[in-house]
C-alpha cells in the first residue's frame, strides 16, 4: 500500500456528514452490528477515539454512564456536540493522538474507523497507549473497512493485528464479511455465562 500525505480532516469536515453516517443504510447496519458486539449492557467511563460528527458516539452514549469523543478535527467535534445535544455525559474534545492523550482508564475503547489514518510510529505508539488506557476489565472494539483507500497508511488487517499483539485479551469476538472487520477483546466470560445461562 502506498504512503500519501495525511489527509486533511478540517477540509473534509466541510460536509457535515463525509462518510454517510447519517444517510447510508450500510454504515448503520455497521453501526447497530458494533453495539450488538459490545459484550455488556453497560459501561462505567467509556472513549471513542476519533469520534467524527458523533453518528457512533450518540449510539454510545446510551450504553455509558461517561463517554469521552475525540476527534483531530475541531469542526467533526462542532458537528458531534450538535448531534449530540446538551447531555452532560458525554464529553466532546478536539484532540490529536497519541500526542495528546486523555488521563484516566476506560473499561471501554472504541477504535473504529480511524487506525488506518496514523503515520507510522504515531500508529504503534497509539497501539500501545491504548492497552495503558484500558481498566483491568475493560473492553475494546475495532472495526475496519477492509477495501484499499487514498490516505491509508495500512490495511484492516494490519490494524487488528497490531491490536491484537499489543493488548494481549482474549478475543471476545470477531466479525469479517468481504467488507470490514468488526473485533472485541474482553477478559469478560460469555455473555451466556455472565447471564447465568451455563
Ligand atoms: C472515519 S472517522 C470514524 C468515525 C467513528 N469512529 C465511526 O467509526 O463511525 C475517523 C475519524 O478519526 C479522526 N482522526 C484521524 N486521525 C486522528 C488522530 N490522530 N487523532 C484523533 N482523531 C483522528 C478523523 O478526523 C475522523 O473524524
Redo the contacts with the bound molecule.
Keep these: 500500500m502506498s504512503r500519501p500525505a495525511g ?1 486533511d ?1 478540517n477540509r ?2 466541510a460536509d457535515a456528514d463525509p ?1 454517510g ?1 447519517r444517510t447510508r443504510w450500510y ?1 448503520q447496519r ?2 447497530n452490528l ?1 453495539m450488538a458486539a459490545l459484550p455488556r449492557e453497560r459501561f462505567a467511563r467509556g472513549w ?6 458523533g ?3 450518540a449510539a454510545l452514549g446510551e450504553r455509558c454512564d461517561a463517554l469521552l469523543g ?4 475541531a469542526q ?1 467535534i462542532a458537528l458531534a456536540r450538535l448531534r449530540v445535544g446538551p447531555v452532560s455525559r458525554v464529553v466532546l474534545e478536539q ?6 492523550w486523555p488521563s484516566g482508564q476506560f473499561d471501554l475503547i ?5 487506525g488506518y ?2 503515520e507510522p510510529g ?1 500508529f504503534e505508539q ?1 497501539v500501545a497507549a491504548l492497552r495503558g488506557s484500558l481498566a483491568v476489565d475493560g473492553c475494546l472494539l475495532a ?1 475496519h473497512w477492509r477495501h484499499p483507500f487514498e490516505g491509508a497508511q495500512r490495511s484492516a488487517e494490519e490494524v487488528h493485528l497490531a491490536l491484537q499483539h499489543s493488548l494481549a485479551l482474549p478475543s471476545a469476538c470477531r466479525y469479517d464479511d468481504s467488507d470490514f472487520i468488526l473485533q472485541v477483546w474482553a477478559p469478560d466470560p460469555s455473555v451466556a455465562q455472565q447471564e447465568g445461562l451455563r
Design positions: 489527509i480532516f473534509l469536515y462518510f453516517y454504515e455497521k453501526r458494533m471513542e477515539l476519533g469520534c467524527s460528527n453518528e457512533l458516539t475525540t476527534d483531530i478535527s467533526a484532540a490529536t493522538h497519541p500526542a495528546v472504541v477504535f473504529s474507523e480511524v489514518y496514523f504515531a497509539t472495526c
